[in-house]
């Protein structure tokens, strides 16, 4: 009967973490965005009307979150007078670049078409 009492929980914390494992573009950029009047997918939006290329956006947005200065954002001056410029990412190269596609991957129409 302990065996299965045991079992089942080592089953069950199993899932629970499975089923709670976000991703670092969960974890480290949603929380960040949540309260600014300009949405991901606007911000998204903004990017492709100006990097309209995946490998141009991909470069532009990393290049800035590397180094993010006044005259290198896309946000109007009003944003950046009322919220600033975002501090520097303290992600890694590797997560900087997993947290960009799937970015890239969740608000890009042309993967949607077909």
């Known amino acids: ?6 079992l089942f929980l080592m089953l ?18 949603i929380p960040c965005h949540r309260y ?5 997918e606007r911000m998204f939006m903004t990017y492709i009307k100006t990097f309209s290329g995946e ?10 979150l590397k ?4 005259d290198t954002s896309l946000m109007s001056d ?5 919220f600033s410029v975002k501090d520097k990412s303290k992600l890694s190269e590797q997560e900087l670049e997993e947290a960009i596609n799937i970015y890239w991957d969740l608000y890009n129409v042309r993967n949607k078409l077909h």
């Open 12 to 29: 069950s914390l199993t899932l629970y973490a499975q089923n709670n494992k976000s991703t670092i573009y969960e974890r480290d950029c």
């Open 67 to 70: 180094n993010p200065k006044e």
């Open 1 to 6: 009967m302990i065996k299965k009492i045991v």
């Open 78 to 82: 009003l944003f950046i007078e009322r």
């Open 55 to 64: 490998y141009t956006f991909k470069a532009s947005l990393k290049a800035y």
């Open 36 to 40: 600014l009047p300009s949405s991901l």
